[in-house]
């Protein structure tokens, strides 16, 4: 008798064992099944959007490259896929063209400073005929070196870096509403402060710039002519990595200072400089 409940009991906890491995799988079906409706839900939303915003003038009509965007983002994370659409629509809308051609028509390079930034539409574009920067509103000073200082491309990799290192510390979330149009027609002045070639060649001239490579380091705005003259520093770094290119231990540093601002279609040549002595 004793021996019976024993086994009644052992069948028992059995039978619960096994409803309960079974609950478990079909909870964890249905969320995974949840899951993929949540992307198939997500995806047609998606695309509903595009197609709503497809006729409207200041946005490209790429409503199916953009939902194939959107539907990589959803598949590696779900939860933010909406997010990363928005974003993907307000920048086709910022940088249309101002001829109301396809995105990317004016840009100043067709080089983006990465792939995130190309499937967004970053990039700086060309001034309008005639843009003078009349109105100053803010002005960055950075520096970078390449301690290699390649002749070939050493003051381009110290240029690009001086850039960055002028405007990636700053916030400027003024110039949406202070400049006309926002910060899509914010006018960009670079210059640039670059050693004159070693000794041995012509220094009466600055060292070679590919400023295509600068120009990309902008992801908004309309960016002026860069001017380039003789500055910076030819250094002595004291070593020579014949690993990596190395003839000698000379570095080079460039000092770039970029200035943004707009132009008021006043007839003013320049800026205005302001002085204390006028109580400014």
């Known amino acids: ?16 064992l096994t409803c309960y491995t079974a609950w478990i799988g079909l909870l964890a079906t249905l ?10 839900r ?9 197609q709503k915003l497809a006729p409207v003038k200041e946005v490209v009509s790429e409503t199916s490259t953009a939902c194939t965007s959107c539907t990589r983002a959803m598949i590696s994370r779900t939860l933010f896929a909406n997010k990363a659409f928005r974003l993907q629509v307000s920048g086709r809308r910022n940088f249309s063209s101002s001829s109301g051609g396809e995105v990317g028509d004016d840009k100043v390079t067709n080089e983006h400073w990465s792939d995130e930034w190309r499937s967004l539409g970053l990039g700086a574009r060309r ?5 003078r920067l009349t109105n100053l509103l803010f002005v960055q000073v950075g520096f970078g070196v390449d301690q290699h200082g390649d002749p070939a491309d050493g003051a381009t990799k110290a240029a690009v870096r001086a850039v960055r290192n002028a405007i990636e510390f700053n916030a400027i979330p003024g110039a949406i509403t202070a400049i ?6 914010m006018l960009i002045q670079v210059k640039l402060g670059v050693s004159p070639a070693p000794s041995g060649s012509d220094n009466t001239q600055p060292m070679y710039v590919d400023l295509s490579h600068v120009a990309k380091v902008f992801p908004y705005g309309r960016l002026m002519p860069i001017e380039v003259c003789i500055g910076g520093l030819l250094i002595p770094t004291g070593r020579v990595v014949h690993e990596l290119g190395d003839k000698d231990d000379m570095g080079v540093c460039v000092a770039a ?17 302001y002085s204390t002595e006028d109580g400014y």
């Open 31 to 40: 969320l995974h099944l949840n899951k993929k409706n949540m992307i198939l």
């Open 180 to 185: 006309p149009g926002g910060r899509a027609e």
């Open 42 to 50: 997500n995806f047609l939303s998606c695309r509903s959007f595009c």
């Open 127 to 131: 001034p309008k005929d005639g843009s």
């Open 257 to 273: 200072c970029v200035s943004i601002g707009y132009d008021d279609g006043s007839s003013a040549n320049s800026y205005r400089t």
């Open 1 to 16: 008798r004793c021996c019976r409940y024993t086994t009644t009991s052992r069948l028992l906890l059995f039978v619960l």
